[in-house]
């Protein structure tokens, strides 16, 4: 969803500026990032045994955690 209107081959005003505004908090922003860092690197190649799987879910602020969810459900990361 981020990157699609991002793309040189269409019109889209955010591909001929080349940004994307998003309208979240900047919380909420920051922990999308995180997870994309965070699954890029676990789905990448090499073993990654014993990672905990809690790493990442403990750093979200139960305050976050509604909105990130509906954040990543838009962004379709």
């Known amino acids: ?3 699609e209107p991002l793309h040189t081959t269409g019109s889209f005003r955010e591909a ?3 940004t994307c505004p998003i309208s ?3 919380a909420v922003v920051e922990k999308v990032c995180e ?6 690197y676990y789905e990448g190649p ?3 045994e ?5 790493e990442f879910t ?3 602020p139960p305050e976050v955690a509604l909105e990130l969810l509906l954040a990543a459900d838009y962004l379709e990361v």
């Open 1 to 3: 969803m981020v990157s």
């Open 16 to 18: 001929i500026a080349n």
């Open 24 to 26: 979240e908090r900047a």
């Open 35 to 40: 997870y994309m860092s965070f699954k890029a």
């Open 46 to 48: 090499g073993s990654k």
């Open 50 to 54: 014993g990672v905990d799987v809690n």
């Open 58 to 60: 403990e750093r979200i």
